[in-house]
């Protein structure tokens, strides 16, 4: 028989990401909507747990990671709050994407300040994935690299690259020009004074408010050739892509439990002619389908963390993880309109906080 359930060590790490999840990011997530970011004691909390140092120990970080136990770990921080949970993964990806692509000499230069004890909770990393003209395919890449001598020249776009004004590394994902499919695409870092490079920081956005992000156009951009993450044609920009997609797709199925659980929470106490509103079919049903379809979404997630780890082809790796993206901010956006649809006019009220969570869903898009 299947067996889907957490190892020890893994419901020890998720029961330790909710706790965080619950007393920190839920209350904060007001303020840090307003604010525009995620505070720096919060920040400094996350870091002292070591659930944001997923670097090997001979960097100073927590232990390699395994996409299924990050998995939980982001759906506990969504269920939390989802633009605090995002903004932590956003600057995560960074690094991870010099883990996975690099070579010793970047992993060393770039990682071992994210696991520093003492500033390591300061630092921002980022990862341009998703474009102006698509989604989180591989297929939607558009952005070329052209290699002339020792540098490759960049040419196109990148949209919500959160953390994407101030970080560093800052890795973009390309695709070598003349080339398609997965085998083409190439994780870059930015020079810092990249000539060229017009980034505009997102404003007054609908959601993910406390996830600061911005858009890059790239105009015949020079980047130095070791700027290259490793070698072409390594599937380490692969592998970052499609863990970036299982963290999100995670990230998504907590804001839709959140979702479903304060609905429910709020129907057993809503009293309408004399009775709950969770007695009432129209209500029960709508509740129940929104538990159906987050219990599949979570499933499809699960999948694509075990191939993450077990290491299945780029291929089927690549289109279990989009799925699951996919997926997974589906289910995030319908459940947190279901939501306001249980609190009724309430729903739209500050005083709950479905609609924030609703505006976040929809800004994952």
């Known amino acids: 028989m299947l067996n889907f359930a957490p190892t020890e060590e893994q419901e020890e790490i998720r029961n330790l990401a909710r706790s965080v999840a619950v007393e ?3 209350p904060q ?3 840090a909507e307003r604010n525009g970011d995620i505070s720096p004691f919060l920040l400094q ?8 140092t997923p670097f090997p120990e001979q960097f100073g970080g927590s232990g390699p990671i395994e996409a299924i136990t990050y998995a939980l770990i982001a759906e506990e921080l969504g269920f939390g709050d989802g633009a605090l949970a995002l903004n932590v993964i956003g600057s995560m990806m960074g690094p991870l994407a010099v883990l996975f692509a690099g070579n010793e000499q970047q992993q060393e230069q770039y990682i071992a300040p994210f696991a520093d004890e003492h500033n ?3 630092r921002r990393g980022s990862f341009a994935f998703a474009e102006h003209t698509g989604g989180y ?3 939607d890449i558009l952005t070329t690299a052209r290699r002339e001598g020792d540098r490759y020249i960049l040419n196109g776009s990148k949209r919500d690259v959160i953390h994407g004004a101030d970080s560093s590394p800052r890795v973009v994902l390309a695709r070598l020009e003349g080339t398609n499919g997965a085998e083409g695409l190439l994780a870059l870092m930015l020079p810092q004074d990249a000539s060229g490079l017009e980034i505009r920081a997102d404003s007054e956005k609908l959601g993910l408010s406390a996830a600061p992000s911005a858009s890059y156009y790239f105009h015949n951009t020079p980047v130095p050739a070791s700027c290259l993450l490793g070698q072409e044609g390594n599937s380490g920009a692969v592998r970052a892509a499609t863990l970036y997609n299982i963290l999100r797709a995670g990230v998504a199925c907590g804001m839709a439990r959140a979702a479903l659980e304060y609905a429910i929470g709020y129907a057993k106490e809503r009293i309408a002619f004399g009775r709950p509103i969770a007695s009432y079919q129209g209500i029960a049903f709508m509740i129940s389908e929104m538990a159906m379809k987050l219990d599949a979404a979570r499933l499809m997630v699960w999948r694509a963390a075990t191939e993450w780890d077990s290491g299945v082809d780029t291929q089927t790796l690549a289109r279990d993880a989009e799925a699951a993206q996919s997926q997974a901010v589906r289910i995030a956006k319908s459940a ?3 939501a306001i649809q249980v609190l009724g006019g309430a729903g ?4 709950h906080p479905v609609e924030m969570w609703a505006r976040n869903a929809a800004a994952m898009e």
């Not at 909390?45 to 944001?52: C, D, E, F, V």
């Not at 739209?348 to 005083?351: G, I, P």
């Open 29 to 31: 997530g007001r303020e």
């Open 120 to 122: 390591g909770s300061t």
């Open 24 to 26: 920190q990011l839920r």
């Open 336 to 338: 947190t309109l279901d």
């Open 45 to 52: 909390t996350l870091a002292q747990t070591g659930l944001t």
């Open 137 to 139: 395919t591989l297929s």
């Open 348 to 351: 739209f009220m500050r005083d």
